[in-house]
Nanobody, 122 residues
Framework: QVQLVESGGGLVQPGGSLRLSCVASGSIFFIGTMAWYRQAPGKQRELVADITSGSTTYYTDSVKDRATISIDNAKKMVYLHIDTLKPEDTAVYYC????????????????WGQGTLVTVSS
């Protein structure tokens, strides 16, 4: 099995920046897509950004010009940098991976981290 652990959340002032990190560990696997989702209080979980193993990226419109998702294949880590943070960025951010385990090559695994809280406030 594969475990994902996020870090980097915290309290940030509006206009500030942060970098979230996610490390994957466990069974040997091949990554298809990794993504960052977020869920604000009282809101549904939404996709923020994703990146394929070939480094093709996608960003939701609300962060398109402010966010950068990147992957370090050697370290098995994924990052999300968000600039010019706004109060509406406040949410629990979750790391997600769609991958295939070497031990079960016919199965596509959808793995999730535990989430890290980002609060944007003065």
């Amino acid at each position: 099995q594969v475990q994902l652990v996020e870090s980097g959340g915290g309290l940030v002032q509006p206009g500030g920046s942060l970098r979230l990190s996610c490390v994957a560990s466990g069974s040997i696997f091949f990554i298809g897509t990794m993504a960052w989702y977020r869920q604000a209080p009282g809101k549904q979980r939404e996709l923020v950004a994703d990146i394929t193993s070939g480094s093709t990226t996608y960003y939701t419109d609300s962060v398109k010009d402010r966010a950068t998702i990147s992957i370090d294949n050697a370290k098995k880590m994924v990052y999300l940098h968000i600039d010019t943070l706004k109060p509406e960025d406040t949410a629990v951010y979750y790391c997600n991976a769609r991958l295939t385990l070497v031990a079960a090559p016919t199965k596509v695994l959808d793995a999730w981290g535990q989430g890290t809280l980002v609060t944007v406030s003065s």
